[in-house]
């Protein structure tokens, strides 16, 4: 991961936008109408009013070739990047190709603060956190759309679209509700897959160990005032222990369609996954198996120059089965769960310039609802699971959640200022209403030199999981309450041509969060509100452009290094914790990029993690005691040589073969060797 790394071109402009709102209801179950053209279509209608009074905004500074220039949005309105006061993390393109990863969470694992727990390898199934926080409290989002799963945080990283089809991957580090809406309690994770300027064809083919298979191929093209791209993803491996082989695809589609009267952008995907789940849940029934299925469209449109209106729509439909005993199930089982969870949103966000600064305002609705023959409350009928014959969901719920947003931004010389607040109304909250409100400050010191400070409060609602699972180990809980945070931090940036720096601190005080927890190991797991946890983290990141320095042909291109550090104290501390505790205490990442002879290249990368809290460990299917998680250090390589059209590569990761676990009892990969070839076909008419 390369941190604040931007490519020296307007074509790079950042926007972590995120307009999939949240809201409303879909399906006739519920017997519930849904009326949620309305907002857009009175939107639109505003919108040929403005055209006939746009003017040019003057505070959209746009400067090729100048880093603080970029406009970034981490606020409700865009910004330039000199202006925020926000620490947002960038993977760009170049860096996802020469990064010796094949898989989204492979490839997060670099990134300042965030925590990467894997069941399953190459994007079968991973926890994603950041600075502490559990994996239900990051929210993640698709080309700014809200993708995160109301049923379990498990399944929020299933996305529609393969690794190699990223553009790319924009992070958010600390709460964002009052920007992205419930859910962004600690960090939020924009996917980007923007249709390219350029009309190609792209072949990429990658085998390895473990008979790993990845086939991916994409088109761009445009077509009059349409640019379009569309992605194709086969991929599958025997695993590399006793059931953990895989096999996925996904197709997907995203197009943009560009007219005076603004940009009108589609994407549409589908993604299949069905694989063993050795231990995934616990490590008593080792044999498990499960398939999930995601859904997803979305539309959104931007218009105005005077006033700026993105209004959007998306659906996400996310199918699960899952089987304790893939095959040879013990005589008590009664059979597999099956999981529905569909979601349906809108949202508009606008703003405006003036000599006072940006202002911005937006409203966002969401409906989420569940069916399953575990979660939920009692049908009055069952409804038939699609695609599975004899199948029946038994319980459901659904809610929904309103949110008004509103923002300034004034800049007053060197100093910068934007304050805002979500209001927040959530049907399962007894329709009260919320609010939470945030401020973000910086001040230049010098041109390249920055001082920042922001405090924001979040929530998070319970996940569906959360609120109704019962199994063999454990036991969910229906009155649990949202969980709150309040998060001050502060720090310091540095910018030059060569050298990028970035130094903070942070401290969150979270009430009312959401754990699984038990006294002892003869009871259940159950969840519970936590009364109180409060975190300390700090965070340094450094990247060194070498040649900047010293001279362009020098054979050591880039030097990075990230270090987080994060220290948990809570309140109650007579349970044993499954999830809050066992945050990362120390992650050390560093790269090194470097040319080796003419095309060929390399990229190094070195991770080193300890973290706190216990698992329960297993041996031979039984429990035999608390353990402490054990540090390790895993080093990554990948050997490329590349021209414009070609580029073949060996990667390794797990160089050392070191044998580690990051999550409960499931044994990590070892060292893993795999090959790959691209070659872009160019399409021009």
């Given at each position: 991961?390369?941190?604040?790394?931007?490519?020296?071109?307007?074509?790079?402009?950042?926007?972590?936008?995120?307009?999939?709102?949240?809201k409303?209801?879909?399906?006739?179950?519920?017997?519930?109408?849904?009326?949620?053209?309305?907002?857009?279509?009175?939107?639109?209608?505003?919108?040929?009013?403005?055209?006939?009074?746009?003017?040019?905004?003057?505070?959209?500074?746009?400067?090729?070739?100048?880093?603080?220039?970029?406009e970034?949005?981490a606020?409700?309105?865009?910004?330039?990047?000199?202006?925020?006061?926000?620490?947002?993390?960038?993977?760009?393109?170049?860096?996802?190709?020469?990064?010796?990863?094949?898989?989204?969470q492979?490839?997060?694992?670099?990134?300042?603060?965030?925590?990467?727990r894997?069941?399953?390898?190459h994007?079968?199934?991973?926890?994603?956190?950041v600075?502490?926080?559990s994996?239900?409290?990051?929210?993640?989002?698709?080309?700014?759309?809200?993708?995160?799963?109301p049923?379990?945080g498990?399944?929020?990283?299933?996305?529609?679209?393969?690794?190699?089809?990223?553009?790319?991957?924009?992070?958010?580090?600390?709460?964002?509700?009052?920007?992205?809406?419930?859910?962004?309690?600690?960090?939020?994770?924009?996917?980007?897959?923007?249709?390219?300027?350029?009309?190609?064809?792209?072949?990429?083919?990658?085998?390895?160990?473990?008979?790993?298979?990845?086939?991916n191929?994409?088109?761009?093209?445009?077509?009059?005032?349409?640019?379009?791209?569309?992605?194709?993803?086969?991929?599958?491996?025997?695993?590399?222990?006793?059931?953990?082989?895989?096999?996925?695809?996904?197709?997907?589609?995203?197009?943009?369609?560009?007219?005076?009267?603004?940009?009108?952008?589609?994407?549409?995907?589908?993604?299949?996954?069905?694989?063993?789940?050795?231990?995934?849940?616990?490590?008593?029934?080792?044999?498990?198996?499960?398939?999930?299925?995601?859904?997803?469209?979305?539309l959104?449109?931007?218009?105005?120059?005077?006033?700026?209106?993105?209004?959007?729509?998306?659906?996400?439909?996310?199918?699960?089965?899952?089987?304790?005993?893939?095959?040879?199930?013990?005589?008590?089982?009664?059979?597999?769960?099956?999981?529905?969870?569909?979601?349906?949103?809108?949202?508009?966000n606008?703003w405006?310039?003036?000599?006072?600064?940006?202002?911005?305002?937006?409203?966002?609705?969401?409906?989420?609802?569940?069916?399953?023959?575990?979660?939920?409350?009692?049908?009055?009928?069952?409804?038939?699971?699609?695609?599975?014959?004899?199948?029946?969901?038994?319980k459901?719920?659904?809610?929904?959640?309103?949110?008004?947003?509103?923002?300034?931004?004034?800049?007053?010389?060197?100093?910068?200022?934007?304050?805002?607040?979500?209001?927040n109304?959530?049907?399962?909250?007894?329709?009260?209403?919320?609010?939470?409100?945030?401020?973000?400050l910086?001040?230049?010191?010098?041109?390249?030199?920055?001082?920042?400070?922001?405090?924001?409060?979040?929530?998070?609602?319970?996940?569906?999981?959360?609120l109704?699972?019962?199994?063999?180990?454990?036991?969910?809980?229906?009155?649990?309450?949202?969980?709150?945070?309040?998060?001050?931090?502060?720090?310091?940036?540095?910018?030059n041509?060569?050298?990028?720096l970035?130094?903070?601190?942070?401290?969150?005080?979270?009430k009312?969060?959401?754990?699984?927890?038990?006294?002892?190991?003869?009871?259940?797991?159950?969840?519970?509100?936590?009364?109180?946890?409060?975190?300390?983290?700090?965070?340094?990141?450094?990247?060194?452009?070498?040649?900047?320095?010293?001279d362009?042909?020098?054979?050591?291109?880039?030097?990075?290094?990230?270090?987080?550090?994060?220290?948990?104290?809570?309140?109650?501390?007579?349970?044993?914790?499954?999830?809050?505790l066992?945050?990362?205490?120390?992650?050390?990442?560093i790269?090194?990029?470097?040319?080796?002879?003419?095309?060929?290249?390399a990229?190094?990368n070195?991770?080193?993690?300890?973290?706190?809290?216990?698992?329960?460990?297993?041996e031979?299917?039984?429990?035999?005691?608390?353990?402490?998680?054990?540090?390790?250090?895993?080093?990554?390589?990948?050997?490329?040589?590349?021209?414009?059209?070609?580029?073949?590569?060996?990667?390794?990761?797990?160089?050392?073969?070191?044998?580690?676990?990051?999550?409960?009892?499931?044994?990590?990969?070892?060292?893993?060797?795999?090959?790959g070839?691209?070659?872009?076909?160019?399409?021009?008419?």
């Open positions: 991961m390369k941190k604040l790394s931007f490519k020296h071109s307007w074509a790079t402009k950042l926007v972590f936008k995120r307009w999939g709102g949240q409303y209801s879909l399906f006739q179950a519920l017997n519930r109408q849904v009326r949620i053209g309305v907002l857009a279509v009175a939107y639109f209608m505003v919108t040929g009013i403005n055209d006939a009074i746009a003017q040019p905004d003057s505070l959209e500074v746009k400067m090729e070739y100048d880093l603080d220039e970029i970034v949005s606020q409700r309105a865009p910004v330039t990047y000199s202006q925020v006061a926000r620490i947002i993390s960038v993977i760009e393109k170049d860096q996802i190709e020469a990064a010796p990863v094949n898989s989204i492979d490839l997060l694992e670099y990134a300042l603060s965030v925590d990467i894997q069941r399953g390898t994007g079968v199934q991973a926890d994603v956190s600075r502490g926080g994996f239900d409290q990051t929210l993640i989002l698709l080309n700014g759309i809200n993708l995160s799963d049923q379990t498990h399944h929020s990283l299933n996305l529609p679209v393969s690794f190699k089809s990223i553009k790319r991957i924009e992070i958010l580090e600390g709460p964002g509700a009052r920007i992205y809406g419930p859910n962004a309690f600690s960090g939020a994770i924009n996917i980007v897959t923007e249709p390219d300027d350029n009309d190609q064809a792209i072949l990429d083919v990658t085998y390895g160990e473990h008979q790993l298979r990845d086939i191929v994409s088109a761009n093209k445009q077509i009059g005032k349409l640019q379009s791209f569309v992605a194709f993803n086969n991929k599958a491996s025997d695993g590399y222990i006793d059931n953990t082989d895989f096999k996925s695809s996904n197709i997907f589609y995203h197009g943009a369609l560009k007219s005076d009267a603004g940009k009108l952008e589609l994407q549409a995907g589908f993604s299949n996954k069905q694989f063993g789940a050795n231990s995934f849940y616990t490590p008593k029934y080792p044999n498990q198996f499960e398939e999930t299925k995601t859904s997803f469209a979305s959104k449109f931007e218009t105005g120059e005077k006033v700026h209106f993105t209004p959007a729509l998306y659906w996400r439909r996310h199918q699960d089965r899952f089987e304790l005993f893939r095959d040879s199930p013990a005589s008590w089982y009664s059979g597999h769960n099956y999981h529905m969870t569909d979601i349906l949103g809108t949202s508009i606008s405006f310039a003036s000599d006072l600064g940006k202002t911005a305002f937006g409203a966002e609705f969401r409906s989420e609802n569940i069916w399953s023959n575990v979660l939920g409350e009692d049908l009055d009928e069952p409804i038939d699971v699609p695609g599975e014959d004899g199948q029946q969901f038994t459901s719920h659904s809610r929904t959640t309103t949110s008004f947003f509103a923002e300034h931004t004034f800049y007053l010389g060197k100093f910068t200022a934007s304050g805002g607040a979500m209001a109304w959530i049907s399962d909250l007894n329709f009260d209403w919320n609010i939470y409100p945030g401020v973000d910086s001040y230049m010191l010098t041109e390249k030199l920055k001082l920042y400070g922001s405090f924001n409060k979040s929530l998070r609602m319970p996940t569906f999981t959360d109704y699972y019962s199994g063999p180990t454990n036991q969910g809980n229906p009155n649990l309450k949202p969980e709150r945070s309040t998060t001050i931090e502060g720090g310091v940036k540095l910018n041509r060569y050298l990028h970035q130094t903070g601190y942070y401290h969150r005080v979270g009312d969060l959401i754990d699984w927890v038990r006294e002892s190991e003869e009871f259940l797991w159950e969840t519970r509100n936590l009364t109180e946890i409060k975190s300390d983290g700090f965070e340094f990141t450094g990247a060194l452009f070498v040649p900047e320095l010293i362009a042909s020098f054979f050591l291109k880039k030097i990075n290094v990230n270090y987080s550090y994060n220290s948990l104290n809570r309140s109650q501390s007579e349970f044993l914790s499954n999830y809050a066992d945050n990362l205490k120390h992650k050390l990442v790269s090194i990029d470097h040319k080796i002879w003419k095309n060929l290249f990229s190094w070195y991770r080193f993690q300890e973290r706190n809290g216990t698992y329960t460990k297993f031979n299917k039984e429990p035999v005691g608390e353990a402490n998680y054990e540090a390790f250090g895993l080093t990554d390589l990948k050997v490329y040589w590349k021209t414009p059209r070609l580029m073949l590569s060996a990667s390794a990761t797990n160089l050392f073969d070191k044998e580690y676990v990051d999550l409960g009892n499931i044994l990590q990969p070892g060292r893993w060797i795999s090959f070839v691209k070659y872009q076909i160019g399409l021009n008419q």
